[in-house]
């Protein structure tokens, strides 16, 4: 049991070594818009990661392109929604062209997939970690209340 524990013990120091290096590459950040002391504001359009990331430019909206029986694409009307409800990773598709995941729950985004959104927060290791979000509706920009479990 000593022997397990040890061989634990050991394995884990290695693992958290090798995962700590601060000298690692960072990813490239969005263009920010404003700074302030909370993190920075990405502006862009909300997309459904999944369906973005195998079809960018078929999936950058709320309909998407998918391949349907024999092989044949399809139009699947209200797809960026319906895959944020299930929980599929909302992203940010920044006005530089990148996408980066939002640390948020997925599903209290589905009824604003596609809109253009103003967000606060850092970007670590490619994933956006929300501070606020608004969502343009027209002229006007309203915030969306995300709720978490901590």
Not at 23 to 30: G, I, V
Not at 81 to 90: E, F, H, R, T, Y
Not at 94 to 101: F, K, L, P, W
């Amino acid at each position: 049991m000593k022997k397990i524990s040890l061989v634990i013990l050991i394995f884990s120091i290695v693992f958290i070594s090798l995962n700590c290096n601060p000298k690692k590459d960072k990813p490239a950040e969005t263009p920010k818009v404003k700074e302030n002391m909370q993190g920075n504001t990405y502006s862009g359009s909300l997309v459904d990661s999944k369906c973005f990331s195998m079809m960018p430019k078929m999936n950058a909206g709320n309909e998407h392109t998918v391949m349907g029986p024999k092989g044949k694409p399809m139009k699947v009307k209200a797809c960026a929604s319906a895959c944020a409800s299930m929980g599929i990773p909302v992203g940010l598709l920044a006005e530089n062209g990148e996408m980066y995941i939002l640390a948020l729950p997925a599903g209290q985004l589905s009824a604003q997939m596609a809109k253009k959104a103003r967000i606060n927060g850092m970007i670590k290791e490619g994933v956006l970690i929300v501070n606020t979000i608004e969502v343009q509706d027209g002229d006007k920009w309203n915030k969306i209340n995300i709720s978490y479990m901590m």
